[in-house]
């Protein structure tokens, strides 16, 4: 799971308030960067270590691991 929250919280802070100053900050394509923005996609690695890279936001805290379905948990 990808928390578009805290990536907006922090750009903004940093000055970016709109997908297109993202995309400049990260170098990725505006389409990239309004699907980060407004929470359509998680960012792939790549795209996780320019966050890292631009922010100072480590993949670990903007990446969060998606609950476990219960059928999946009893199975193990």
């Given at each position: 799971?990808?928390d578009?929250?805290?990536?907006?919280?922090?750009?903004?802070?940093?000055?970016?308030?709109?997908?297109?100053?993202l995309?400049?900050?990260?170098?990725?394509?505006?389409?990239?960067?309004w699907?980060?923005?407004?929470?359509k996609?998680?960012?792939?690695?790549?795209?996780?270590?320019?966050?890292?890279?631009?922010?100072g936001?480590?993949?670990?805290?903007?990446?969060k691991?998606?609950?476990?379905?219960?059928?999946?948990?009893?199975?193990?």
């Amino acid at each position: 799971m990808y928390d578009r929250a805290l990536l907006v919280a922090i750009a903004s802070d940093k000055g970016d308030r709109h997908y297109t100053d993202l995309a400049e900050r990260l170098k990725v394509a505006p389409a990239t960067a309004w699907r980060l923005w407004t929470g359509k996609t998680a960012p792939s690695a790549r795209v996780a270590a320019a966050v890292e890279d631009a922010y100072g936001l480590p993949a670990s805290r903007l990446l969060k691991l998606a609950a476990v379905e219960p059928a999946l948990e009893a199975a193990a």
